[in-house]
């Protein structure tokens, strides 16, 4: 399925999310999200989080249920803004801060 990942990320007073002037998009937490490695994460887990990493850095937008629920768990880092419009990105709902 196809995932539009170059929605910008918005602060809880609905401003866009930006650093140094640069947007965070759900892409770029995605990624940061993959690279993340707790303690314990296997060495198979590592492999395919990589995949997935080099595909979002090659501009992927089509993306299996598999890795959808990779990401899913992926950004469960986040705090509950961010995790929040990930996941609703990912899940493809509608949402309005």
Do not use: C, H, W
């Not at 866009?16 to 993959?34: Q, S």
């Amino acid at each position: 399925m196809k995932y539009d990942l170059e929605q910008q990320l918005k602060n809880s007073d609905g401003t866009l999310a930006e650093t140094a002037g640069v947007p965070e998009t759900a892409r770029k937490g995605i990624i940061a999200a993959l690279l993340n490695d707790p303690q314990g994460t296997q060495a198979a887990d590592k492999a395919k989080k990589f995949e997935l990493f080099l595909k979002l850095k090659g501009s992927g937008d089509d993306f299996s249920v598999d890795e959808v629920a990779l990401m899913s768990k992926a950004i469960e880092i986040y705090p509950t803004l961010v995790y929040g419009q990930l996941k609703a990105i990912l899940d493809q709902r509608a949402f309005t801060i």
